[in-house]
């Protein structure tokens, strides 16, 4: 049976999913879901669905390399979910993801510029982050 993941990309109004396998180490873009009261439920939800393993949060930082508010905000994110599901969770470094995937999205066909605000981008940031985790798990 293959070993599934799900990673985030957390932001305060939305968070982006995307779901990976250990086996073929490819990450997709799940529904993105909104940051509202039900967020920790709905994660443990798509974790037990999916029967993950492990899900993995985009940690951000700055040029230089360092912690920012926003990982603050991910760190305290991460300690509420495990109130909720006993799914391993890990940190993966971003940089730059948000860029990246608006990128992966304006070389698409059906590119409309909705997407950049109906939370495909987030999706689209967690499969990057979720990817790059997957692909140095396949190189450590």
């Known amino acids: 049976m293959s070993k599934i993941v799900i990673g985030l990309d957390v932001g305060e109004r939305r968070i982006g999913v995307a779901r990976g396998d250990f086996g073929v ?47 603050e905000y991910s760190r305290d994110f991460a300690s509420k979910l495990a109130d909720f599901t006993e799914v391993k969770i890990v940190f993966q470094d971003e940089s730059l993801t948000s860029i990246e995937a608006e990128k992966n999205l304006r070389r698409r066909k059906n590119f409309n510029e909705n997407m950049l605000r109906d939370g495909t981008l987030d999706s689209e940031a967690a499969t990057l982050i979720l990817q790059d985790f997957l692909e140095r798990i396949e190189n450590a």
């Open 25 to 71: 180490k490819i990450a997709s873009p799940l529904q993105p879901l909104v940051n509202d009261e039900q967020i920790f439920s709905n994660i443990a939800e798509i974790a037990s669905k999916n029967r993950a393993e492990t899900i993995v949060i985009g940690l951000p930082r700055n040029a230089s390399g360092q912690e920012t508010a926003q990982s």
